[in-house]
């Protein structure tokens, strides 16, 4: 069996590589030659599987995507030939909803102010949107909610997206990108919407960038510098508008969901399925991959401080760092010919690429050497807090 696989998909030789023979490729760049005789496609959203990229392959037996969209996947091409598809929905929502919430806590930090005091606007309420939820909720922050695809089957409240505009400080985008429809996401925030925002609102883009017209954005922003932005998403990736990079308070290459969690529990998870196709028993544990947990004894009685938690946050995955390469390798990027940065692979999928450092709040085991309530530092997903 031959499995093809993107190259930035952790843990695929530990858990594929008693099935067949694996090719890594770059997943943006796959080619049909490339793909003709593979038994197994495991992509992400870089890789568009469709009838073009497939037109040589006789073979293949089953396609997975490490991801949660599947905007990228021509469902209805695979089902006329009978192939079986699985997506990872979850995998990294608990990523994806920490950096958001990290993101949040460092903006707070900046501009003075407690994250306490605002309230808070998820835009998509699926696994992302919750988990962003789940951490804000964790610490006390008022959160709404709009998801008008999922309102009326989910017992949650939801208000209207210019309901949401109205009322939040802070509105954290986390939806598919749907070109078409009722509910179409493509350009939602377009240059109304955006000059809509309350004076000194945070917006954040944790999802597909499309969704925020970015020419529109920068026209916006030039006039409303009291508006703060989170980015992990930009049209045109991985060629962001150069522009708008300056713009733009937290800056970083589409790795919201790049936790080593999130990325190995991805992997895992098309395990799973396609041991199903196969017929076979999923033998392989997701743990036995992943490091062992760090352990800190602190007092708790000092993280209820912002500032305090902000620390703690940072000791597991401090978003500047990020920030900082971004800024550096892609601003550098625009300098270069373009054929230099062809050779480069460019800066932007290779920041992707070599994003492997960072855990999630459950990888830092806490001591409570203080009696304080610690429930809250639980909810928002720290591990084995007790005496």
């Known amino acids: 069996m031959k499995i093809i696989a993107d190259e930035n998909m952790p843990y695929v030789q530990e858990l594929f590589g008693d099935l067949g023979t694996i090719e890594t490729v770059n997943g943006r760049e796959l080619a049909p030659e490339q793909a003709k005789d593979a038994d197994v496609l495991l ?6 599987v469709n009838g073009s990229l497939l037109a040589l392959n006789n073979n293949l037996k089953f396609v997975g995507s490490a991801t949660i969209g599947t905007d990228h996947i021509d469902t209805d091409y695979l089902a006329t030939r009978g192939v079986p598809f699985s997506n990872a929905p979850g995998c990294n929502a608990t990523a994806v909803g920490e950096f958001a919430f990290i993101a949040m806590l460092e903006l707070a930090n900046r501009c003075g102010g407690q994250l306490k005091d605002k309230t808070v606007g998820i835009v998509g309420a699926g696994n992302t949107g919750s988990a962003v939820a789940k951490c804000l909720q964790a610490y006390g ?4 909610l709009h998801d008008p695809v999922i309102q009326d089957s989910d017992p949650r409240d939801f208000i209207s997206l210019d309901e949401l505009i109205a009322r939040c400080d802070v509105i954290s985008l986390h939806v598919p990108i749907t070109k078409t429809g009722e509910h179409k996401t493509w350009y ?13 609102t945070w917006l954040l883009n944790c999802c597909r960038g499309e969704v925020i017209d970015n020419r529109a954005l920068i026209k916006v922003k030039l006039k409303r510098p009291d508006i703060k932005l989170v980015l992990d ?22 790795i919201a969901g790049y936790s080593l969690e999130g990325k190995a529990r991805g992997t895992f998870m098309l395990y799973q399925q396609l041991m199903q196709v ?7 544990s997701m743990t036995a991959l992943l490091p062992s947990l760090w352990s800190v ?5 000092s993280i209820p401080n912002q500032k305090s938690l902000l620390q703690l946050a940072r000791f597991i995955y401090d978003l500047r760092d990020d920030d900082e390469l971004f800024r550096k390798t892609i601003l550098d990027d625009s300098s270069k010919p373009p054929q230099v940065n062809s050779l480069n692979n460019n800066g932007f999928d290779l920041m992707r690429k070599n994003h492997l450092h960072r855990r999630e709040f459950s990888a830092l085991r806490l001591v409570n050497t203080g009696h304080s309530d610690v429930n809250w530092l639980t909810n928002l997903g720290f591990s084995g807090i007790g005496q």
């Open 233 to 254: 998403v930009w049209e045109g990736e991985p060629n962001p508008m150069h522009e708008l990079i300056p713009l733009v308070e937290l800056a970083t290459p589409h």
């Open 141 to 144: 922050v008022t959160v709404l």
């Open 43 to 48: 992509v992400r959203s870089v890789t568009q």
């Open 188 to 200: 939602l925030f377009d240059e109304a919407r955006l000059n809509s925002l309350k004076q000194g």
């Open 278 to 284: 196969l017929g076979k028993d999923a033998d392989k």
């Open 297 to 301: 004894q602190l007092d708790i009685e």
